[in-house]
């Protein structure tokens, strides 16, 4: 049996409040919750215990307007790695026999190391053969892409089977992550990428494409271009055919 005491209840420093007939009670083979509503002001999640037509038991979690700072504040006080407004179902079914994930998920705000990645959208489905279908977008920010697949599971390991269009990846996003490294990036890259096989032995192959890149090595003070160049890669490396890149001077090299 377990409960929460709301009195004096906190999370990131804020009051946060609960049902006092609040309770989880749980064995090996059950688990009932009753009441388990937290919330501030607009943020609300919700867990709840539910009993399938086979008798099977599952529990669903709600998020309304969560704002992941209060979990990645407890995580780590000093920096949050990952901002971002939450809303959407996740439900965990046959929890003691084979669980299964079911999501229907939203971040919007989203924001990784402090890059501004817009909204990312998840959705999952399990099927009765231990596979899950994903489906995963991420829009609106410095990175747009689609993600879609199976995924199998298996007794000691893993089927895969993912596509990834990568329909811009701007290079400003690429001049945050580097930091100080590089500065006036400009155009963008694209791309796609299939992941198949077992997790333990991913097969994977792809391209990108650069449209009209730009930048500045900070450590050189000279502009650099790339034109419109592609780059193939698989389990093996990358591949380029004869990349010309471009000086501040029109000086170029292959």
């Known amino acids: 049996r377990f409960k929460i005491d709301p009195d004096g209840l906190t999370l990131n420093k804020q009051p946060w409040f609960i049902p006092l007939s609040n309770e989880i009670i749980y064995s090996a083979d059950y688990v009932n919750v009753q009441d388990f509503k937290l919330n501030h002001a607009a943020q609300q999640i919700t867990l709840e215990?539910?009993?399938s037509l086979d008798g099977e038991v599952a529990l669903g979690f709600s998020f309304e307007?969560?704002?992941?700072?209060?979990?990645?504040?407890?995580?780590?006080?000093?920096?949050?790695?990952?901002?971002?407004?939450?809303?959407?179902?996740?439900?965990?079914?046959?929890?003691?026999?084979?669980?299964?994930?079911?999501?229907?998920?939203?971040?919007?705000?989203?924001?990784?190391?402090?890059?501004?990645?817009?909204?990312?959208?998840?959705?999952?489905?399990?099927?009765?053969?231990?596979?899950?279908t994903l489906d995963l977008s991420l829009k609106e920010g410095y990175v747009d892409?689609?993600?879609?697949?199976?995924?199998?599971?298996?007794?000691?390991?893993?089927?895969?089977?993912?596509?990834?269009?990568?329909?811009?990846?701007?290079?400003?996003?690429?001049?945050?992550?580097?930091?100080?490294?590089?500065?006036?990036?400009?155009?963008?890259?694209?791309?796609n990428a299939h992941i198949s096989g077992m997790v333990s032995q991913p097969i994977y192959e792809g391209e990108f494409e650069f449209h009209q890149i730009g930048f500045t090595p900070n450590s050189l003070s000279t502009e650099f271009k790339l034109e419109d160049e592609r780059v193939r890669f698989d389990n093996d490396g990358f591949y380029l055919n004869a990349v010309e890149i471009t000086d501040a001077q029109g000086n170029t090299f292959t």
């Not at 000093?78 to 994930?101: A, C, R, W, Y």
């Open 65 to 132: 307007h969560f704002n992941l700072v209060t979990v990645m504040n407890l995580l780590n006080p000093n920096e949050s790695m990952v901002k971002g407004i939450l809303n959407g179902q996740l439900e965990v079914d046959h929890v003691f026999t084979h669980p299964g994930m079911q999501a229907d998920l939203t971040i919007e705000q989203f924001e990784a190391i402090e890059l501004p990645l817009g909204t990312l959208s998840i959705k999952t489905l399990a099927d009765q053969d231990h596979s899950y």
């Open 49 to 51: 215990s539910k009993e």
């Open 145 to 191: 892409l689609d993600m879609g697949g199976v995924y199998t599971a298996m007794r000691d390991d893993g089927m895969l089977d993912f596509t990834i269009d990568f329909n811009q990846i701007q290079m400003e996003a690429l001049e945050v992550l580097a930091e100080e490294s590089i500065s006036n990036a400009d155009g963008y890259i694209s791309g």
